[in-house]
């Protein structure tokens, strides 16, 4: 077995030279990466993220071995290792990545413990983990739908199988809990499983049997992120191969399976969203480890594409239910559109290493866009219950069809892909809000909490403290610097922001004046411990447009304050529902803080009316010069709450576009 690179972290010169970064998080860069920045080392101390990672911790994780359980997961485990009998239960080829990712949830929970306070996490992570290296065949392989339903069909169908995919999730799973406890275990399991995909994948004329793709990326990242656990460049090498031969027809051509056309030569995202999410995230670890400029520009050209024409306003991705597809550029609806949890997951995924590997700000507006929206609306506020889509608009009457489709939460799901996924990157959250390089240390993401960077193996340290997002004020405090040596803090200017000011000592900046270049505040000077800096961004209401091409939603506007999109919700609007509402948008948005709403949310007041209309009769169209008039309904005060916040109280509509006529 390859040498983990597990115990000590890099303590790069610069970035680009020997990334490393935090020894405990999802991206660790290898040493030779060419990358902008390194995640840096934060701990999450309060707060907005805090509460809802609080829920996680105490609620949705514990509560993931019995449901995994009851699905039948784990049993289908212990039929493989011949601990059980019985039948496979589950219905899909990929229920053991369910596992997988709960494991890797469970693992990053570990790592902000104690080795005092492993208790029953602890324990039922080792038990599941023995599980699993029980049930892997003596050559490495591991799938309990091919071991127990379809004996001797290993790989043969890679379109639907999911046999990548699920080592995949294990792979990520094994670095996580090798990161966290330190512990091989589950690392052995996954270095054999990697060993043996690499002796039957491989190019004509490489003496391996098999030239072939799975159907769902997603062991693509977890062999680049194997690479830097171990040192062991062939599984690098695999990554790149896996990530070159889609588009070259070997699932039949089909953007489903993101082999219409190769990454390389891509104009736009296209397919089942999160297939191509994750085959994203690949190729841009990809660029960052080996300095593939095509595959870089690919990334950039692609990720422009898609939040330029495919990006609904909450971050969420995913047009079509019917193949979990992104759909056309600016086909964005409301009521259908798809916006799976787990599209949101890898979007931030993705996203997070872009802004690594380039430094630009754009990449983390968009993960906090998606983190406060279209991904936190997916797990209700008490960690129970989950979305599995998240639509922009429930009509007054809507009949519900029940199932993983369902726009009401929902316990479990037969096909359980997203409540593990949110659960691990609620755990591992912290790596997703801070980097460094050579000259200083970067905040992506407001949190109240403590990061620190890394400037050639000198520590500098900040406390943050905010009241982030109900409140635009936040407040940072050096704790750790060199005494003799310049260094920049940047802080993210979000892009919704207009107006903001910055006191730094006794300079007090402004937006007419701040050093703000592409999205970052960059303050540099020689700090010493206790030097505060205060940033006060704008949280005013407002009322945002669409592109005009974004037919579903022209003529209409969303509620917006700071990172939040807002919603009407039925409950809040009773006598007579939400599909008459229009907005007047001549009155001013009022904002109210309610701590006894929804665990404490600030809703935005605004008034609208109810359109009254003349019944026309049984036939809904008409000529334009003859349509039954509409009259101007009663005034109607509208109380919109933040949309992670909706469907917690009672199933009913729910609508974010508001029509203004």
Known sequence: MPRPRSAVPSSPSSASSDAGGSPTGPVRLGP?????????????????????????????????????????????????AGIAEGEFRGGYPFVDSDVYKWLEAASWQLARRTPEDGGPLAADVERIVALVADAQQPDGYLNTWFQLLKSGERYQDLRWGHELYCAGHLIQAAV??????????????????????????????????????????????????????TGERRYLDLAGYFVD??????????????????????????????????????????????????????????????????????????AHHDEEDFGDPYELP???????TCAAIASIQWSWRMALLTGEARYSDLIERTLFNGFLAGVSLDGESWLYVNPLQVRDGHTDPGGDQSARRTRWFRCACCP??????????????ASSDAGGLQIHQYATGRCTGDLDGTPVAVRVETGYPWQGTIGLTVEETPADRPWTLSLRIPQWCREFRVRC?????????????????????TWAPGDQVVLELALEPRLTVADPRVDAVRGCVAIERGPLVYCLEG??????????????????????????????????????RRRHITDAGWWPYASADSAAPETDGDPVELTAIPYYAWANRQDGSMRIWLPTS
């Open 245 to 318: 031969r889609f588009g070259h027809g070997l699932l039949g051509g089909e953007a489903y399976c993101q082999d219409r056309v190769p990454l390389r030569e891509a104009a736009n995202v296209e397919g089942h969203a999160v297939r191509q999410l994750y085959l994203l995230a690949a190729a841009t670890d990809l660029a960052t480890e080996t300095e593939d400029a095509e595959l870089r520009a690919a990334a950039e050209r692609l990720w422009s594409a898609m939040t330029a024409t495919k990006t609904h306003v909450t971050g969420g991705l995913g």
């Open 32 to 80: 030779g990466a060419k990358a902008a920045l390194v995640p840096a080392t934060v701990e999450i101390r309060a707060g907005f993220w805090d509460t809802r990672r609080a829920v996680n911790a105490r609620t949705s994780i514990p509560q993931g071995p019995n449901l995994l359980e009851s699905a039948g997961n784990l049993n289908n485990l212990r039929i493989v």
């Open 420 to 433: 593990p996924n949110v659960m691990r990157l609620l755990a591992s959250l912290e790596h997703y809000l």
């Open 571 to 608: 409950v809040d609007h009773p006598g007579g529902g939400l599909d008459d509402i229009v907005l007047d948008t001549t009155r001013p948005l009022q904002v109210q803080h309610r701590p006894d709403l929804l665990g404490g949310v600030t809703t935005v007041v605004a008034t609208g």
């Open 505 to 525: 000592g006794d300079t007090v900046y402004d937006q007419s004046d701040a050093p703000v270049r592409d999205g970052w505040l960059r303050l540099e000077r």
């Open 334 to 340: 409301n009521e259908r559109a798809y916006c799976e």
């Open 176 to 229: 996580a809990h090798h990161r966290s406890t330190g512990r091989t275990e589950l690392l052995d399991v996954a270095v054999k499983f990697a060993d043996h995909i690499d002796s039957v994948f491989g190019l004509p004329g490489s003496g391996k049997p098999i030239d072939g793709i799975d159907g769902h990326p997603e062991v693509e990242t977890a062999l680049v992120e194997l690479y830097r656990e």
